[in-house]
C-alpha cells in the first residue's frame, strides 16, 4: 500500500525506514541525488485527481506542500508541487486532506513548468514509480475538541504570500470599509491588513450574504482569513476570497478576552489562534499607523473635521427619502454648541433628548444616501460605530448674530474612507470606557421626567421680536412639532432638512387665475401639466368628427345615429362581451360627437370614451382631449406613460366600472388633479417664496378631483384666497397666518435648491 496513515507526527519520524534520509524542500535542486531521500511537510493545497491527456490518461493529482520548520521561515522555496500519478493519486486523494502533514519517499525530481507562475520551487516532485510512498499523518481527528485541530491551518506571513496561491494569514486591519453593494448582487468588503512582516496587503472580500462579510469595528481588529487567493493586482499583493473560504475577526486591545467574531458555526478556534491574536496586538500596539485609528470623543472634535466616533444611539426620526437623523451622545461635552435639528415629537423614535440638549450633550448626525438602509434598522439604545462623520459649522435657525455658529454632524453618502456606521455589541471592548462615561449622566434621566414640561416651555418659548406678531391666524396648525416659531430672515438662514412654524401674511400669490392652480399631475413620471381649455379640447373634437368614418369593430356593437350637421354621424360602440350584462350600460365609446354634444350625452351615460376611426379601426383620440367623461369628471390620460393598446381590448370580469378600471382596459396612465399654489410671504424680517403642493387639498378642505368638475368648489377656493389677499388690500390689513414649513433640497440642474413648502396647515372653518 504506497499511501499509509500514522495517528501522530512523532510516528511519522518512527516509521520512516531506516534507509531514507530526510532533506530538505529548500535544498532540493534539479542535481540532488533522490533515492533513499524524504522530505516530510504540510499539505497546503490538494488538487482534484484528473486524467492526464499527454500519459495515454493516467490518473494524476498536484498538491502543495510546505516545510514547517521554524528556522527556515524566511527561507525561499519552502514550498513545492507535487504531483501524484495513477493508483497513488487516487490513493493520495482519499488519504490526505489540506492541513495534514506528509512524508514523501522514493519521488523523482523534474525542473517545475509553472515556476514562473507561481515562484514556490524551481522543481516539482514526481510520485510516480512503485517505489515511491507516502505517510500521512492527519491534522487532527475530527472528534477532538478544537485545540486539537491545530495543526490543520498553516498561515502564511504577508511578506511570503505568492501570486496565484491560495493562502490562510492573520492580519492586523489598517483599514477598511463596511461592505458595500457592488456589482451584481454581491456586497464587497475592501480592507488592508499587515503582520509582523510590515507588509500591507490589500484584501476584496464579495459575497451575497452580509452575514458572511468580516466583522470589523476598527483600525488594529485583528482578522483570520481561510482559503484567500493571493495575487498580484495593480503592482502590489492583494487577496481575493475563493471557494471555501471564511473569516473570523477579534478585537485588537490588549488583554480583553480572545472572542472569535464570525457568523460561521464550524470554525476552527484553539490556543495557536489565541497566541496568534495576542502576538499581533501586542505589535501593533507599538505600531505608528495605530494611531490611524480616528475614533474621537465629542469633546475633542473640532469644526472641519473627519473623524470615528463611538456612541448610543437616543433617537431618531426619517427627514425625508434621501436623510435620516440620528440623535447620539457619548457622554461627553462638545465644546462647540450643537445644532439641535427640529423635527415632529410623533416622527421621533426613541427617548426624549431635551435634558441632554440643554447640557450640550447630543449630536445631531444626518445620515444620507447609501448609508440609509443600515440607519433604518437601528434601535434606540444601540451602540454605534460612526465612520468618517463629518463635523460642519451652520447657523442654527435661531441664532443671533452674535452667537457662535452650531457643530452638526454629516454621514455624506458614499464609502469613501470607510466612511459608513455600523452597531456595536454591547460586550465589545471598545465600548468599556463609553459605558462608564454614560453611567455617571445617569441622573440625567430623572432630570428628564421630572423637568421635561418646563424645560420645553423655556425652551421653545418663542423670541421677543416674533411676539410682536402674534395676533389671530386665519390658519391652523395640525401637526405636533416642538418647534418655536421662527423669523422668515432666520428660516432662510437655516440648513436643510427642517419643519418649522412661521407666521406670515400672502404678499402675492401664482396663479392669480385661480382656475390655472388645478394641474394634471403623473405620479408614474412626476410629469406636471396644466388642464387644457375648452377651447383647445373642443378643437380636437372638431377634427376627430370631421370625415369620419365609422369604425368598425370585431368586438364592438354598434348604433348611429345622424347629426344635425349634414354628412356627420355619431357613432356609439359597447362591447360585445358586455352584452346582456348589467354592466353594458356603464362603458361606451362614442365617436364623431363635439365637445359640446359628448358634454350633454356624459348627463345620461356613466363612462363616455371618446373615440374616432383610423383606416376602419377604432383609436382613443389625441391624450391632449379627456380620454374619459366620468359624470363631471374629465379623465386625463399621461402622453408619456400611456401605452394605449386599443387592439383588442378585455371588458369582462369588472363589476363597477370607474376612471381606474377604464383607464386599465384602454392601456391609459391616469393623471391625477392636483392643486398648486405659490405663495410669496412675508413678516418685518424677510420675504419668502413657499409652494401648496401636497398639502393643498387638506389646506382648502377641498379635492381636486371634485373641484375640477364643480364651479362651486372652485369659488370656495378663491372666497379663501379673496380672504388671505383681499383685492386692493394693505399688507397690515391681510390676516396673518399660522404656517408649518418643511424646508428641503432638490437638485436642480446639478446644484442643491432650497424649497420651502406649505404643510401642515388648514384654513380655519367657521
Ligand atoms: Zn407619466
Ligand atoms: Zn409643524
Same mark, same amino acid.
Given at each position: 500500500m504506497p499511501v499509509q496513515k500514522v495517528n501522530d507526527s512523532s510516528d511519522l519520524d518512527a516509521k520512516v525506514p531506516s534507509h531514507l534520509q530526510r532533506t530538505s524542500i529548500t535544498s532540493l535542486?534539479?542535481? #540532488?541525488?533522490?533515492?533513499h531521500r524524504c522530505v516530510k511537510a504540510t499539505v497546503v493545497h490538494k488538487g482534484p485527481v484528473i486524467s492526464c491527456a499527454q500519459k495515454d490518461g493516467i490518473e494524476m493529482l498536484r498538491a502543495e506542500i510546505k516545510e514547517e520548520d521554524p528556522l527556515q521561515r524566511t527561507a525561499e522555496h519552502t514550498s513545492i508541487n507535487v504531483i501524484f500519478f495513477g493508483t497513488l493519486a487516487k490513493d493520495f486523494s482519499q488519504s490526505a486532506r489540506q492541513g495534514d502533514v506528509v512524508l514523501l519517499a522514493d519521488f523523482t525530481i523534474k525542473k517545475s513548468p509553472s515556476f514562473l507562475r507561481d515562484k514556490l520551487h524551481p522543481c516539482q516532485l514526481e510520485m510516480d514509480g512503485k517505489d515511491a510512498c507516502v505517510y500521512v499523518c492527519p491534522s487532527?481527528?475530527? #472528534?477532538?475538541?478544537?485545540?486539537?485541530?491545530?495543526?490543520k491551518y498553516t498561515y502564511v506571513p504577508l511578506n511570503d504570500l505568492k501570486p496565484k496561491t491560495v493562502v490562510n494569514v492573520y492580519g492586523v486591519v489598517t483599514f477598511f470599509k463596511q461592505p458595500f453593494p457592488s456589482k451584481g448582487s454581491d456586497f464587497c468588503s475592501t480592507l488592508k491588513i499587515t503582520d509582523q512582516s510590515d507588509v500591507k496587503v490589500g484584501c476584496n472580500i464579495f459575497s451575497k450574504k452580509l452575514e458572511d462579510h468580516p466583522v470589523i469595528f476598527r483600525v488594529g481588529d485583528i482578522i483570520r482569513l481561510h482559503r484567500f487567493k493571493a495575487d498580484m493586482f495593480r503592482d502590489s499583493m492583494s487577496l481575493l476570497n475563493t471557494f471555501g473560504w471564511s473569516t473570523v475577526t477579534f478585537d485588537g486591545t490588549i488583554d480583553s478576552p480572545v472572542v472569535p467574531r464570525t457568523s460561521s458555526k464550524s470554525f476552527h478556534f484553539g490556543e495557536s489562534d489565541i497566541r496568534t491574536v495576542q502576538e499581533l496586538r501586542q505589535w501593533a500596539a507599538n505600531q505608528s499607523w495605530i494611531s490611524k485609528d480616528l475614533t474621537v470623543s465629542l469633546s475633542l472634535v473640532k469644526p472641519g473635521m473627519y473623524f470615528d466616533l463611538t456612541c448610543q444611539l437616543l433617537a431618531k426620526a426619517v427627514m425625508d427619502s434621501r436623510c435620516i437623523l440620528l440623535k447620539v451622545w457619548d457622554g461627553t461635552k462638545c465644546q462647540h454648541p450643537l445644532l439641535k435639528v427640529a423635527v415632529a415629537s410623533d416622527a421621533l423614535e426613541g427617548e426624549s433628548t431635551v435634558a441632554k440638549d440643554r447640557m450640550n450633550l447630543t449630536a445631531n448626525v444626518l445620515v444620507y444616501d447609501n448609508h440609509l438602509e443600515v440607519a433604518r434598522d437601528l434601535k434606540p439604545g444601540t451602540f454605534l460605530q460612526l465612520y468618517n462623520l463629518h463635523a460642519l459649522l451652520q447657523r442654527a435657525p435661531? *441664532? *443671533?448674530?452674535d452667537q457662535p455658529d452650531h457643530l452638526s454632524f454629516h454621514l455624506h453618502g458614499g464609502t469613501s474612507y470607510g466612511r459608513g456606521l455600523r452597531s456595536l455589541p454591547?460586550?465589545?471592548?471598545?465600548l468599556q470606557s463609553l459605558k462608564s462615561v454614560l453611567e455617571k449622566h445617569v441622573d440625567l434621566d430623572e432630570y428628564d421626567e421630572v423637568n421635561d414640561g418646563t424645560l420645553l416651555e423655556i425652551w421653545y418659548t418663542p423670541p421677543e421680536a416674533v411676539e410682536a406678531d402674534t395676533g389671530p391666524s386665519y390658519t391652523v396648525l395640525t401637526c405636533e412639532h416642538n418647534t418655536r416659531r421662527l423669523t422668515l430672515a432666520r428660516v432662510k438662514h437655516s440648513t436643510p432638512p427642517l419643519s418649522c412654524h412661521v407666521q406670515a401674511r400672502v404678499k402675492k400669490y401664482m396663479?392669480?387665475?385661480?382656475? *390655472?392652480?388645478?394641474k394634471l399631475f403623473c405620479s408614474n413620471c412626476k410629469t406636471m401639466e396644466d388642464v387644457p381649455d375648452d377651447s383647445a379640447v373642443a378643437k380636437i373634437f372638431r377634427e376627430s368628427a370631421k370625415d369620419n368614418q365609422a369604425c368598425d369593430e370585431q368586438w364592438a356593437a354598434t348604433s348611429t345615429a345622424s347629426s344635425r350637421e349634414p354628412g356627420r354621424t355619431i357613432s356609439m360602440h359597447i362591447s360585445r362581451d358586455m352584452v346582456g350584462e348589467s354592466t353594458h350600460m356603464q362603458l361606451i365609446f362614442v365617436e364623431g360627437t363635439t365637445l359640446d354634444e359628448i358634454c350633454v350625452l356624459s348627463r345620461d351615460y356613466k363612462n363616455l370614451v371618446p373615440v374616432r376611426s383610423v383606416n376602419g379601426r377604432m383609436t382613443l383620440m389625441d391624450l391632449t382631449a379627456p380620454f374619459l367623461f366620468s359624470g363631471d369628471k374629465r379623465c386625463y390620460g399621461c402622453k408619456q406613460c400611456?401605452?394605449?393598446?386599443?387592439?383588442?381590448p378585455v371588458f369582462t370580469g369588472v363589476e363597477t366600472w370607474d376612471e381606474q378600471a377604464v383607464a386599465k382596459a384602454l392601456g391609459v396612465q391616469l393623471m391625477q388633479y392636483r392643486l398648486l399654489i405659490q405663495f410669496e410671504l412675508e413678516d418685518q424680517t424677510d420675504t419668502l417664496e413657499a409652494v401648496l403642493w401636497e398639502n393643498a387639498e387638506r389646506f382648502f378642505h377641498v379635492s381636486a378631483v371634485d373641484a375640477s368638475g364643480s364651479q362651486d368648489l372652485q369659488d370656495k377656493i378663491q372666497t379663501i384666497m379673496d380672504t388671505i389677499q383681499p383685492p386692493d388690500s394693505s399688507l397690515e390689513e391681510r390676516p396673518l397666518l399660522d404656517l408649518c414649513l418643511s424646508v428641503y433640497t432638490v437638485k436642480d440642474n446639478n446644484r442643491n435648491k432650497v424649497c420651502y413648502q406649505i404643510t401642515n396647515t388648514e384654513i380655519k372653518e367657521e
Open positions: 535542486t534539479m542535481t #540532488s541525488e533522490p533515492s487532527a481527528a475530527p #472528534s477532538h475538541g478544537p485545540s486539537s485541530s491545530e495543526a435661531d *441664532q *443671533q448674530p454591547v460586550e465589545s471592548p471598545a396663479p392669480q387665475q385661480l382656475y *390655472q392652480c388645478l400611456s401605452v394605449n393598446t386599443f387592439q383588442n
